[in-house]
């Protein structure tokens, strides 16, 4: 008897889920196992000059792309890592938030994916604060970003980094994404000069202007940092007047034995860090990476 009304019961669910699906339900109303359900939504109106693409709703994204023309994604990789006692760790990240929207309204028709928070990088437990991914990760994951946007109907995909390591990487996969993709009229590139042409023509400017030499967590970072986020708490500007690490030699000079070595995540003399500078290499790095893009984009190569 209870054997029986046992294979009733599982007899009835086994109905009543074959009916759920028939009818288009299932995991996240998704319609899988039914016919398919057309897409319906509202984009209001007043959101038509929306570019990150993690602030609009998928009914903004989609009218974006098809009828606003805004067919070109940005994927830009921040990174977290050590950036002296004066910068949090997150500084590429909440610079590359920053650049890149501003990239996108330049270009006025793009739309920026989420910054990638992470880098090609490797964590210290005397400099805790970095947490890195292998290059191949690296890859893999801005790789899949990329088809994922491409299968949502943008044309163009453009890979920058706001990190030394992995820039190689970048280049890398937009090459075999263009190779894969071009065919079938979308383009995939990647866009060195936000990062390194830009970041070369500014430390020539300083250099000609009497600053001191710098790299990591110098004076392009922390001024970027200060003109971003001082209001936000990016950088412990108390700490500005003392953010000295090791020296930054130009071609052909050698360090002065008597300066000590400094293990404090800092390459180079912030210390004469400021919001003005800050802007001045932000807008370089803005004008550079449209400029760039544009030129892509145009050649359509």
């Given amino acids: 008897m209870k054997l029986r009304v046992l294979s009733a019961v599982l007899a009835l669910v086994a109905m009543t ?14 319609g899988r196992g039914g016919p398919p359900v057309p897409a319906t939504g509202v984009a209001l109106a007043s959101t038509t000059n929306l570019v ?4 609009m709703t998928w009914p903004e994204v989609k009218r974006a792309i098809h009828e606003l ?4 994604a ?5 990174g977290t890592e050590t950036r002296g006692p004066q910068n949090v760790n997150g500084g590429h990240t909440l610079m590359g938030r920053a650049l890149v929207k501003a990239i996108a309204e330049k270009l006025g028709n793009a739309i920026a994916a989420p910054v990638l928070a992470y880098s090609p990088n490797n964590a210290s437990a005397d400099l805790p604060g970095t947490i890195g991914l292998s290059t191949d990760t690296y890859k893999a994951i801005n790789r899949e970003i990329a088809e994922q946007l491409i299968r949502q109907g943008f044309k163009n995909v453009v890979l920058m980094g706001d ?22 009229g979308i383009h995939v590139y990647y866009s ?3 990062y390194a042409t830009a970041g070369a023509d500014f430390d020539k400017w300083l250099a000609e202007n009497g600053y001191p030499r710098s790299s990591h967590a110098g004076i392009p970072d ?22 000295l690490g090791n020296q930054v030699l130009r071609e052909g000079e050698t360090a002065d ?10 390459n180079g003399d912030a210390r004469r860090s400021t919001a003005e500078l800050g802007k001045r290499v932000f807008d370089l790095k803005v004008e550079y990476a449209v400029r760039q893009i544009q030129k892509m984009v145009a050649e359509g190569k």
């Fill in 52 to 55: 990150e693409f993690e602030m």
């Fill in 192 to 194: 060195n000069d936000v």
């Fill in 69 to 72: 023309g805004k067919t070109t």
């Fill in 163 to 184: 990190h030394g390591g992995g820039q190689a990487q970048l280049g890398e996969v937009a090459k075999e994404l263009n190779d894969k993709y071009s065919p079938e």
């Fill in 222 to 243: 922390t001024s970027n940092m200060i003109y971003l986020g001082a209001d936000k708490g990016w950088v412990r500007m108390e700490l500005v007047p003392t953010a």
């Fill in 257 to 266: 034995p008597s300066i000590p070595r400094v293990n404090n995540g800092i």
């Fill in 74 to 78: 940005l994927i830009y990789n921040g």
């Fill in 17 to 30: 889920a074959a009916e759920v699906l028939a009818q288009g339900g299932g995991r996240g109303g998704r």
